[in-house]
């Protein structure tokens, strides 16, 4: 029946009182979709590093790939906030989980259906939508991490078609991918987007092994050997790095909600135990040195909540910054990790099991905190803002 | 085929109960609501109804007796899929106002599901009453409903097995679980299907309330455990005889 899992959110401000009966929908919905499917696995998929696949399509059938998509193409056109909640409520039950959809939405579906022609939008979107399909996005190259501009994978007009060359690293979803955004140079080093279909002859993409962090999810690489692309996979739209900026804005908008979702699992888990477990004749949540690790804990939890809660309005209106969607990443990821680290402690011994949660989510925040802008480079992006000062070189 | 689900709005079943001071009144603040279990399960078994009986259902209506605050667990119903909703606006009081007030807006239908009861007050009252004061026939502890060439064709729940019956509409089918595997979880396009969708307001009808609530208590706080060693046999059997009294 409903509410089977014990979890209780933490809202020390009320914060529920600024979301609308909707968004609660969309929260209890995913929240019982995570506890059903996700949770009794995840400890398990995580330790055999499995990518559990047969989610792919119950995240199509919930509708958490591309909500802010609009209906014609295959979205539920929700707003901003919601999709925060629901990649909220993705990442309570793992990241790798929430990176798989991430990317499908907001580094796959999103460009398609900012920059892409009619057709594209149509033969792609509505099947990403439902998980027919799933994608991946090709920035980051083995030589050119923070500093995509650099990149040197490329492509050739050839007439009737484009002939691409290079190799992307660090792709989710790489090996499964149908679709991948690549974003490469043109003959006038002009960055664009080419949709690069499985299949097409000269690319692969080979999975990358021995991950120690989001290990429930697949990461990989591609690699284009005189990849022939039809002239009609470019996308129209993007030119220049603001087109993979842009989606990188999304999707870190969503990593920022993202990352309370582990905080406040990591939290309710530590929480629940300290109440329970006794030392010295009392729980161990009676204890000042506890308290103070709570106590810090839902501070900061409730700071992120208010965090990203204006910065969904604000994105709602269509005024959310670069700059300060790259602020509210930082500052998440690393009160999700460094909440992770804490009430690992609170457990003892019994946090470093897989009976808990805090190790896998605290594994996998390691690489939530590299990926899609650095940490310190999110910093570089504030100390541009707001001193109008470049420091990444 | 006209269905109707009746849908009770209750404290989330994870929710810690509190009452009033004076333990008249349940205290509901900071409470988070929910479908009553019993009634999502009905739901989920008529979108399934609609699905698979090719045309048969034509029309999935949920309704409630609650105020606006309400609304919310009626939106989800309809996010899972019903086509309209009802809310009959007052405030729920005991079983026989509550039947009274849906009498009014439950005409028409062929085939109505009630839970079994409601997770909150376990009343287990209205689905009978409402079915007796709209003179339709009602068939309870119901696990399975299949509508066959317009026939309704129920699986009850008997001591030590199951009972097959088939009933002429319109009925009233009072379930239990098993009547559908889980409740079906509202997808997102379902919830933006939602807004658009009717959801009617009718005045409460004039009716005599019969029983009032005195007091609540709550179950007793759990006691500390005992603990008995491997050579405390016989302590252990004093202990469940005199002070448990299990044996």
């Known amino acids: 029946m409903t509410s089977i899992n014990k979890f209780t959110a933490p809202d020390h401000y009320l914060v529920d009182d600024l979301l609308t009966e909707e968004h609660k929908i969309v929260r209890a919905a995913v929240r019982e979709w995570v506890n059903r499917s996700v949770k009794p696995f995840i400890e398990d998929n995580f330790e055999k590093a499995i990518f559990p696949k047969t989610l792919i399509k119950e995240l199509g059938e919930i509708g958490a790939f591309g909500p802010f998509i609009p209906v014609e193409f295959g979205g539920a056109g929700m707003d901003y906030i919601s999709y925060g909640i629901i990649m909220q409520e993705l990442e309570r039950g793992d990241s790798g989980l929430r990176s798989m959809a991430s990317v499908q939405t907001s580094l796959v579906m999103y460009p398609i259906f900012s920059f892409g022609t009619e057709e594209q939008k149509r033969r792609f979107l509505p099947k990403l939508a439902t998980g027919e399909m799933v994608g991946c996005f090709g920035l980051t190259e083995p030589n050119h991490g923070s500093d995509p501009g650099s990149m040197i994978t490329r492509f050739k007009d050839m007439g009737d078609h484009y002939l691409l060359n290079g190799a992307k690293m660090w792709i989710t979803n790489s090996s499964i991918a149908n679709v991948a955004v690549v974003w490469a140079k043109d003959e006038n080093d002009v960055i664009r987007g080419l949709l690069v279909e499985k299949g097409m002859q000269g690319f692969t993409a080979p999975e990358t092994h021995g991950k120690w962090s989001l290990r429930a999810s697949i990461t990989g690489e591609l690699v284009f050997d005189n990849v022939k692309v039809p002239k009609e996979n470019l996308l129209p739209g993007a030119k220049g790095l603001r087109g993979p900026l842009s989606c990188l804005s999304s999707a870190r908008y969503g990593i920022a909600w993202g990352v309370i979702g582990a905080a406040m699992d990591c939290y309710d888990a530590a929480m629940r135990y300290a109440l329970e477990r006794k030392q010295f004749g009392k729980p161990i949540a009676a204890f000042q040195l506890q308290q103070k690790k709570f106590a810090e804990a839902i501070t900061e939890i409730t700071k992120a909540q208010l965090l990203v809660w204006r910065l969904g309005v604000l994105r709602n209106e269509g005024r959310a910054t670069p700059a300060q969607i790259s602020m509210a990443k930082r500052n998440n990821v690393e009160m999700a990790l460094h909440i992770a680290r804490e009430m690992r402690q609170v457990l003892g011994a019994m946090g470093i099991t897989s009976d808990f949660p805090m190790m896998r989510h605290m594994m996998n925040l390691e690489s939530v905190i590299t990926y899609e802008g650095t940490h310190d480079v999110h910093l570089l992006i504030t100390g541009h803002e707001i001193t109008g000062l470049q420091a990444y070189k | ?247």
């Open chain 2, 1 to 247: 085929m006209k269905l109707l689900v009746l849908i009770g709005n209750v404290p989330d079943t994870t929710t810690k109960i509190k009452f009033n001071a004076d333990r008249t009144a349940f205290d509901a603040s900071g409470v988070q609501w929910i479908i009553n279990p019993w009634d999502e399960l009905a739901l989920t078994r008529a979108m399934e109804l609609k699905e698979t009986t090719g045309g048969a259902v034509e029309t999935i209506t949920v309704a409630n007796v609650g105020r606006q605050e309400t609304e919310a667990t009626l939106r989800k119903a309809l996010a899972i899929g019903a086509d309209k909703a009802i809310r009959v606006d007052a405030d729920v009081r005991d079983a026989f106002y509550v039947a009274n007030q849906l009498a009014q807006v439950c005409k028409g239908y062929d085939l109505i599901f009630a839970g079994i009861e409601a997770s909150d007050y376990n009343g287990a009252a209205v689905g009978g009453m409402l079915a007796e004061l709209l003179g339709i026939q009602s068939v309870s502890a119901v696990s399975s409903v299949q509508i066959e060439g317009g026939k309704l064709h129920l699986i009850r729940e008997i001591d030590g097995g199951s009972q097959s019956v088939s009933v002429a509409t319109p009925a009233m089918a009072i379930v239990q679980k098993g009547i559908a595997k889980e409740p079906r979880i509202p997808a997102m396009r379902g919830i933006m299907m939602a807004r658009s969708k009717p959801l009617e307001v009718v005045q409460p009808v004039d009716t005599e309330i019969r029983v009032s609530f005195e007091s609540f208590e709550l179950p007793p706080a759990k006691a500390a455990c005992k603990k008995f060693s491997e050579e405390q046999g016989k302590e252990l059997m004093h202990a469940l005889r005199e002070e448990a009294k299990v044996l």
